[in-house]
Nanobody
């Protein structure tokens, strides 16, 4: 059974930082393309960042230079380091594992507010 469990969300002021984690069981993180998505209230879920099996990372334009996706193969965990957070980054953040089907975590709330 594949399980993705996100953590690390919270309330932060504009300009602040958070690190999201996604602990994976049932699949090996390093052998799958993995990504982060987010969904703001009233909006569709959107792509944020991904890392492929070769370790190459990709980002949506709005987070380039501020967010960093990484993985720890020994912990089988995916991370998203978010710096310079903006109010418009407020959303529920989801971890995704792309296999023959997509697997999703339950999401973690990130709220950026002064």
């Amino acid at each position: 059974q594949v399980q993705l469990v996100e953590s690390g969300g919270g309330l932060v002021q504009p300009g602040g930082s958070l690190r999201l984690s996604c602990a994976v069981s049932g699949r090996i993180v390093a052998l799958n393309t993995m990504g982060w998505y987010r969904q703001a209230p009233g909006k569709q879920r959107e792509y944020v960042a991904s890392i492929n099996t070769g370790g190459t990372t990709f980002y949506t334009d709005s987070v380039k230079g501020r967010f960093t996706i990484s993985r720890d193969n020994t912990k089988n965990t995916l991370y998203l380091q978010m710096n310079g957070l903006k109010i418009e980054d407020t959303a529920v953040y989801y971890c995704n594992l792309a296999d023959v089907r997509d697997y999703w975590g339950q999401g973690t709330q990130v709220t950026v507010s002064s």
